[in-house]
T-cell receptor, first 114, second 111 residues
Framework: ETGVTQTPRHLVMGMTNKKSLKCEQH?????MYWYKQSAKKPLELMFV???????ENNSVPSRFSPECPNSSHLFLHLHTLQPEDSALYLC?????????????FGPGTRLTVT | QQQVKQSPQSLIVQKGGISIINCAYE??????FPWYQQFPGKGPALLIA?????SEKKEGRFTISFNKSAKQFSLHIMDSQPGDSATYFC??????????FGKGTRLHILP
């Protein structure tokens, strides 16, 4: 295991539902990331947090709302999603937010929007 | 604008053969080039990385070849094994900036 856990592993939700994805890292890292992985865009960076502060929002629609209460936990709150939002959502962490720092990925949450 | 172009999209290699995945970049400020490996049901994991001050880096059966003037780098997997079947992502980054991933190559090694 990489030291990054994600729950749930699978999620099916309707377009009117509200759900949250959770990520926890046990590596003592300072930076955490959300990625969306789909067939069209295999690794699409969504958000970056460094020391709990959001440092990157890659033009993500507001129906995705991240939350980072501390350096070990990261959430992605979902509401009013569209079917095209169905994808694998990956969380990652690293010692710092520089691209030179190795990123440790969790196993992902497979999201299906119906 | 795609800053890191990866090819091929998919690759099938016989067991024991050499797998080669190529990447090209545009930004000459990039100075760190990692490769990540992703198995089904898992997140990507760092496999090997290179800096542009060397032209080659080898770790076991995995070798990165780097051509700074051509702005290209490639991953070679020698004696490819079925257990190497995975998706491979090249990436690039520069100091104090985020990492940019390629679109990935799905590698399948025939037993």
């Amino acid at each position: 295991e990489t030291g990054v856990t994600q729950t749930p592993r699978h999620l099916v939700m309707g377009m009117t539902n509200k759900k949250s994805l959770k990520c926890e890292q046990h590596l003592g890292h300072n930076a955490m990331y959300w990625y969306k992985q789909s067939a069209k865009k295999p690794l699409e960076l969504m958000f970056v947090y460094n020391f709990k502060e959001q440092t990157e929002n890659n033009s993500v629609p507001s129906r995705f709302s991240p939350e980072c209460p501390n350096s070990s936990h990261l959430f992605l709150h979902l509401h009013t999603l569209q079917p095209e939002d169905s994808a694998l959502y990956l969380c990652a962490s690293s010692q710092g937010s520089s691209g030179r720092n190795e990123q440790y990925f969790g196993p992902g949450t497979r999201l299906t929007v119906t | 604008q795609q800053q890191v172009k990866q090819s091929p999209q998919s690759l099938i290699v016989q067991k024991g053969g050499i797998s080669i995945i190529n990447c090209a970049y545009e930004n000459t400020a990039f100075d760190y080039f990692p490769w990540y490996q992703q198995f089904p049901g898992k997140g990507p994991a760092l496999l090997i990385a290179i800096r542009p001050d060397v032209s080659e880096k080898k770790e076991g059966r995995f070798t990165i070849s780097f051509n700074k003037s051509a702005k290209q780098f490639s991953l070679h997997i020698m004696d490819s094994q079925p257990g190497d079947s995975a998706t491979y992502f090249c990436a690039a980054s520069k100091r104090d900036d985020k990492i940019i991933f390629g679109k990935g190559t799905r590698l399948h090694i025939l037993p």
